[in-house]
C-alpha cells in the first residue's frame, strides 16, 4: 500500500505530458551535441534522469524523440515571435523586437541552433528536410506578415517585395547563429546597426 502511494505521489509530481517535455528538453540537448547515429536513447534518459524503457513509454523510437526535439527548435521560435506580433506594434518596433528576443536567446541557449545546423548538416530523411523546410518557412511567413503590416502603417516603401525583405532578414539571423555557434557572441555585435539600416532602407520615401 506505501508502494502504490508512493507511485501516485511521483505520477501527481510528474504527468505523462510533463515528462514528455522533459524528454524532448533532454533529447534536444543530446542530440545538438552528438551526431543522430552515435546518440542512443541511453544517454537521453541520463540526461533526462530517468531510465531508458522510460523514452518508449511516450515516443515509439529514436527518430520519434529526435523530430520532435527538432521540431521544438522552430516551433519555439515561432510561437514567442507570435506573441510579440500580437502586441500590434508599429512595424519597424516588432521587427526590432523579434531580432532583440532572437539575439538574446541563441546566445543564452546556443543548443536549439546547434541540433538545427546539425539536422541539415546530416539531413538525409525525407522527414528532417520537410521539418526544417517547413519551420523556416513559418518565420519566413512571420516576418513578411510584419512588413506588409509596415507597409500598410505607410513606414515601410509599397515597393519592397515583402518575402524577399523576409528571407534578407532572415539571412542576418543565419550569420547569427554561426557566429555564435563559433564564437559563442553574435558578431556583428548588438548595436552596430544592422537592424535599423534595413529598416532605413525599408522606410517609406526612401529609394
Known sequence: MVQTGQRRQRARKQPADVRREALIDAALRVFARTPYRSAGTAEIAREAGVAEPTIYRHFSSKKELYLAALSRTCTHVSEVWKEIIARDGPAGETLMALGAWYEHSIVADPDPIRLRMRAAAEAEDDEVRTLLRDGYAEIQRLIAGV?????????????????????????????????????????????????????????????
Open 147 to 207: 512588413i506588409r503590416r509596415g507597409q500598410q502603417q505607410g513606414s515601410f516603401r509599397a515597393g519592397a517585395d515583402p518575402d524577399a525583405v523576409a528571407w534578407l532578414w532572415m539571412g542576418i539571423g543565419l550569420v547569427l547563429d554561426l557566429n555564435v555557434m563559433m564564437d559563442g557572441i553574435p558578431c556583428p555585435p548588438s548595436g552596430t546597426g544592422i537592424g535599423p539600416t534595413l529598416l532605413q532602407l525599408l522606410a517609406a520615401g526612401e529609394s
